[in-house]
């Protein structure tokens, strides 16, 4: 058989090219065939392909399916783990918390435990508590089929409730500093 006058290099010994086929023909994928007669896999496919043949790609195509329900899981699990980390957080909120640092003229070591975290702390935290929540979201959408309405009305009542949270330790926030104001006016 005559290779074909497009091709570049060398021409493929004609007892390599059957033995090409006759390995295809057992059932042989691309690769093994070229490791084997010591070939490229494209001069493979190349023979295969001049000689009408075609490789079964069913295990191919099977374990992409594999794959993709492999990572279809772990996006779940995932997922899962973020709204548990969002609710960890968001539990933090009402902690009370230890705050230290070094300070003074010697360095020393100081520490205080708070009824719960500061103002700025708390900020930080719902930030965090907001992002669990988008990341959860994203990864529910990319293996919904429609739902997205759904998803995004969820995100919705999320941030409103992240807002309203904001709110009122802001009020708070303020009426403690007023407390704080009219003491220090008594005295």
Do not use: C, Y
Request: glycine content about 10%; charged content about 25%.
């Amino acid at each position: 058989m005559a290779t074909p006058k497009n091709r570049r290099g060398r021409p493929v010994d004609p007892s390599v090219r059957a033995r090409v086929r006759e390995l295809a023909d057992q059932g042989k994928g691309r690769n093994a065939i070229a490791r084997e007669l010591g070939i490229s896999g494209s001069t493979v496919s190349g023979i295969i392909r001049d000689t009408g043949g075609s490789f079964d790609r069913t295990a191919t195509a099977e374990a992409t399916e594999a794959a993709k329900v492999d990572a279809a899981e772990r996006r779940a699990q995932l997922s899962a783990a973020l709204l548990d980390d969002a609710h960890r957080l968001r539990a933090q909120l009402w902690q009370p918390t230890r705050h230290g640092s070094f300070g003074g003229r010697d360095n020393v070591w100081s520490e205080v435990t708070l009824d719960e975290p500061t103002f700025a702390d708390k900020r930080a935290i719902l930030a965090a508590v907001g992002s669990a929540v988008r990341d959860h979201i994203r990864l529910e959408q990319v293996d919904a089929d429609g739902g997205a309405a759904e998803a995004g009305s969820m995100l919705a009542d999320v941030m409103t409730g992240l807002q309203a949270a904001h709110a009122a330790q802001v009020a708070e926030a303020v009426a403690d500093t007023g407390d704080q104001d009219s003491n220090a006016e008594t005295l």
